[in-house]
């Protein structure tokens, strides 16, 4: 369910950018995508389905990872935890709740073409403002 809606709220920002670029197509999609999102291949997999009948219909979807971050208060630094589900500081152990990176879903790069890697290949076309899509956290 989850990767779905998240499948659909990036083709919307696509679609929305789309339109007002007067593009028809695109050929493939960059994303960034936090690893505590956990959903890289479930997104990878669905995209496709999602995708169908919309202007990101067979483009590529290219996911970048975001590793977690997290800030320690103790340390007053920005660290990396020591399991994805146990937020602690990796040095002094104290549990650090506050999430610097690794949640996030934004939308990078859209590149248009009329068929994916055809002879209409416009290259790397960067979106004109960055938009986060907040995935929300079941908690
Ligand atoms: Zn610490």
Do not use: W
Not at 21 to 35: D, P, Y
Not at 63 to 82: A, G, S, Y
Not at 106 to 134: D, H, M, W, Y
């Amino acid at each position: 369910m989850h990767e779905l809606s998240l499948a659909r709220s990036l083709i919307d920002l696509v679609d929305e950018y789309c339109e007002q670029e007067k593009v028809s197509h695109v050929s493939r999609i960059n994303i960034r995508l936090g690893e505590l999102s956990a959903m890289s291949r479930a997104l990878y997999f669905c995209f496709g389905t999602v995708a169908a009948g919309s202007s990101c219909e067979g483009a590529q979807l290219h996911i970048d990872e975001i590793p977690l971050t997290v800030f320690c208060r103790h340390c007053d630094e920005v660290k990396h935890p020591n399991g994805r589900y146990s937020f602690r500081c990796s040095d002094c152990g104290m549990p650090t709740p506050e999430i610097v990176t690794g949640r996030e879903m934004e939308l990078i790069s859209i590149e248009v073409g009329k068929t994916a890697g055809g002879p209409g290949f416009c290259g790397g076309k960067p979106v004109s403002r960055e938009r986060n899509a907040q995935t929300r956290q079941e908690s």
